[in-house]
């Protein structure tokens, strides 16, 4: 396999700019700072008139974990069928139980939904939250899951690299690791030396709303030199980014 590249995307305007850099894929969210949440059908319709490259549609209805009661759980596989149905190229999603391991029954249903449309099922980052990531791994591989989302069960992909690098050796022939959090070109040349072939980044940059901060009302999310700021994906990074991990 060759090295990919997937860009994290917030909007229309973040595809066009991962794909203009040089992305392999798209993951598309919408509201990055609570981790990514599902997007519209009106921009996934709109990206997939726009790019070329496949596009991987976030389904996660709200922020914190990912223990979902049931009826959160039938809304989920109803975003995952409509975006399917609306050209997505695959699903991220995760499913746990509140002991922290794999949510097998719900995982298994997601996974048969979208194989049905025969496209790709990606267990997102709630693998960084399970107890036991060997356990949760072989787990997913039982279930289908065709790849994963990592930072190797750390803060970051620097931190985790170590468990990177043991997930790809022994499980990297039976499930996609995609390495992500934290994914630069800082770091980039020693994920992919570990034997890493495909990472996960968000290419960020801030831009600046004049209109966020008023007075006393604010809808700031970001603080600091970013409280008047929105993230979005940054075309130069992305451009450095493939440059290195397509050489």
Not at 9 to 22: N, P, R, V
Not at 183 to 192: A, S
Not at 207 to 232: F, L, M, N, R
């Amino acid at each position: 396999m060759k090295n990919k590249l997937e860009v994290c995307c917030g909007s229309y305007q973040d595809a066009l700019a991962a794909q203009a850099g040089g992305a392999d894929r798209i993951e598309l969210n919408t509201t990055l700072h609570l981790g990514g949440l599902t997007p519209s059908i009106v921009i996934l319709e709109a990206v997939k008139k726009a790019v070329s490259i496949p596009v991987v549609c976030m389904v996660r209805e709200r922020g914190a974990g990912f223990c979902y009661d049931e009826t959160e759980c039938e809304l989920l596989y109803l975003q995952a069928e409509a975006l399917l149905q609306a050209g997505a190229d695959g699903i991220a999603f995760g499913f746990l139980h509140a002991d922290h391991t794999i949510d097998r029954a719900h995982t298994k249903k997601m996974v048969e939904l979208i194989h049905a449309h025969q496209k790709e099922a990606v267990f997102h980052r709630a693998f960084d939250c399970v107890k036991d990531g060997e356990a949760s791994i072989r787990c997913l591989i039982e279930l289908g899951v065709d790849r994963v989302l990592t930072s190797g069960l750390s803060r970051s992909v620097t931190e985790g690299m170590d468990r990177l690098k043991m997930l790809q050796k022994r499980y990297g022939d039976q499930i996609e690791i995609l390495a992500g959090c934290g994914v630069n070109e800082g770091n980039v040349e020693l994920l992919l030396a570990q034997g890493i072939k495909q990472v996960h980044s968000s290419c960020k940059t801030w831009i600046k709303d004049p209109t966020t901060i008023q007075g006393d009302v604010s809808y700031a999310y970001a603080q600091g030199e970013q409280a008047e700021c929105y993230d979005a994906v940054d075309q130069r990074k992305v451009a450095k980014l493939a440059e290195l991990v397509h050489r």
